[in-house]
């Protein structure tokens, strides 16, 4: 099924130089209402607020498609502070990481050295780290580097996609180990993904569920009430121990929901990326629900009472020239 909206914004996702451009002019065109801060400090304020509502976090320092050593070096260290700071303030919540960043197009022995390191230092504190899945380019090679740190870790684990043909056999392959269960948010060929989002949302449903029979343990990554409604008759019905699974969210979305979720009792875990490397991040989420657009244009053009802001017009005309510009960029590359 061809969805433009999101093929479009996957381009947008794509292009390096737009990716590159982006730390330039900042999060300033709605992305810093999905962004939970943009260093660690305001990151950790994010995750004590949500802790304060019964709500655990995972945090990503965004960055991904490293080509540099010392640039993946630099985001292994922050990491590293990141841990300490979890640590220091006793915060509910755990890590995710892209092996991209960390070196894995560069050589993955170096990528392997670099998770050992981030590793060693969650398991001294008793921290989880979950190895975000990228693009199926670089499937094989995730799920390789994973192998090998099972082999000396307790406390890591990866994210399969519904979307991919071979999600159920690897469910089977990783059935001892934490998993979080995502649709999937990188546009794949048909030789390898499912295109049609009903059937996606199936596979979701049967992954989800395939998990629960079973004993690890497993995040539910879906902002879909009707999904998680089902989840949760399913649980309710085949009597499933609550503290085997979360539901998970990302940072920006279905507020309401969450807060609902965990005070109703289920353990919850919101997704919180942040940093000055926004730009990946933020189109991939315009990708998978291009009606998050219009969260943007009213955040930006009415305040809390629902009151135009003053300058309203400046902003809106901003966030379109931005639009637009990406839009004539791609066209002219074709």
Not at 134 to 162: A, P
Request: hydrophobic share 40%; proline share 1%.
């Amino acid at each position: 099924m061809v969805n433009p909206a999101r093929d479009f914004f996957i381009a947008l996702a794509n292009n390096k130089l737009l990716y590159r451009g982006a730390k330039r002019w900042g999060s300033h065109f709605g992305a810093d209402q999905f962004i939970g801060g943009v260093d660690i400090n305001s990151m950790m304020r994010s995750v004590k607020e949500l802790n304060d509502l019964g709500i655990s976090a995972t945090v990503d320092h965004l960055g991904e498609f490293v080509d540099k050593k010392s640039d993946s070096t630099k985001a292994k260290n922050e990491i590293l502070q990141v841990i300490e700071r979890i640590h220091e303030e006793k915060a509910d919540c755990h890590l995710s990481v892209k092996l991209t960043q960390l070196g894995s197009d560069i050589d993955e022995a170096f990528c392997i050295q670099n998770m050992r390191e981030i590793l060693d230092l969650a398991a001294s504190y008793n921290i989880f780290v979950n190895i975000d899945m990228e693009d199926y380019l670089h499937y094989d090679q995730t799920l390789d580097i994973l192998d090998v740190l099972r082999n000396e870790y307790d406390n890591v684990g990866t994210v399969i996609q519904s979307y991919l043909y071979r999600s159920d056999a690897d469910i089977d392959r990783y059935q001892n180990t934490r998993l979080r269960i995502v649709k999937g948010a990188y546009k794949e060929s048909a030789d390898v993904a499912y295109q049609n989002k009903e059937q996606i949302d199936r596979e979701f449903i049967e992954l989800a569920k395939k998990r629960l029979r079973g004993d690890a343990f497993t995040s539910i990554a879906t902002h879909d009430h009707h999904i998680i409604a089902e989840i949760r008759k399913f649980v309710a019905e085949e009597n499933i121990d609550r503290n085997k699974f979360e539901f998970q969210m990302l940072y920006g979305f279905r507020n309401d929901l969450q807060e609902s979720l965990a005070n109703a009792g289920y353990l919850f875990c919101t997704y919180i990326p942040f940093g000055d490397d926004w730009y990946g991040y933020f189109m991939r989420r315009l990708a998978e629900r291009p009606q998050n657009l219009n969260l943007i244009v009213k955040d930006k053009l009415y305040d809390e009472d629902n009151q135009i802001k003053k300058q309203p017009l400046m902003i809106a005309g901003a966030a379109a020239a931005f639009v637009s510009a990406l839009f004539l960029l791609l066209r002219r590359k074709k």
